[in-house]
């Protein structure tokens, strides 16, 4: 059974980086054709793809957030760390990570809330 | 950058209607495409892979077709337990894009 659950704070101060972990279990990044990606959702909007990484290290990134984003991985941890710099409150939201099977995501974390505020 | 168009946003229906949710793409994604339910609180759940592919544990009221640019997402017979949002995705191109979301709600 796959599971996934995002980690980090709930509330950043606008310019400041944010960093989220997702921690998961029942797959392994060493394996082929593996990948874990980042989904963010405003409070009452639609979903929005940030960024994926695969098992061989091949990242991609949305092309609106490319130069604030960046993504890796820690096979050993079974984690992938999203970071998100120069936050601005436009960027409060739910942040999922989520299983890749090839390029659809087939399971979910919970997803995790973070404010932009000063 | 491909984008995802749903239609309608939102869709006033009652148990036991047919549903159907249209997604257009901007330019060909094949048949490179996901559909997604999600509930109030929850995450997104997936429905349908590869435009027509019933997801495992998911049931066949729900069911998918199109390709090319075109694309509908069925439900055969509405549900309470199906009042919610769904999304589609395409995962044709480098890039991933989601549509816009259409909230289904009783009628």
């Known amino acids: 059974q796959i599971t996934l659950k995002e980690s980090g704070p709930t509330l950043v101060k606008p310019t400041q980086t944010l960093t989220l972990t997702c921690t998961f279990s029942g797959f392994s990044l060493n394996t082929g054709a593996v990948g874990v990606g980042w989904i963010r959702q405003p409070p009452g909007k639609a979903l929005e793809w940030l960024a994926l990484?695969?098992?061989?290290?091949?990242?991609r990134y949305s092309p609106s957030l490319r130069t604030r984003l960046a993504i890796t991985k820690d096979t050993s941890k079974n984690q992938v760390v999203l970071t998100l710099t120069n936050m601005d409150p436009v960027d409060t939201a739910t942040y999922y990570c989520?299983?890749?099977?090839?390029?659809?995501?087939?399971?979910w974390g919970q997803g995790t809330l973070v404010t932009v505020s000063s | 950058d491909i984008q995802m168009t749903q239609s309608p946003s939102t869709l006033s229906a009652s148990v036991g209607d047919r549903v159907t949710i249209t997604c257009r793409a901007s330019e060909s994604i094949s048949f490179w495409l996901a559909w997604y339910q999600q509930k109030p609180g929850e995450a997104p759940k997936l429905l349908i892979y590869?435009?027509?592919s019933l997801e495992s544990g998911v049931p066949s009221r729900f069911s998918g077709s199109g390709s090319g640019t075109e694309f509908t997402l069925t439900i055969s017979s509405l549900q309470p337990d199906d009042f919610a949002t769904y999304y589609c995705?395409?995962?044709?191109?480098?890039?991933?894009?989601f549509g816009g979301g259409t909230k289904v709600e009783i009628k």
């Open positions: 995705q395409q995962y044709n191109s480098y890039y991933i894009t």
């Open positions: 989520a299983h890749l099977r090839r390029r659809f995501f087939d399971s």
């Open positions: 990484i695969y098992w061989d290290d091949d990242s």
């Open positions: 590869k435009a027509s």
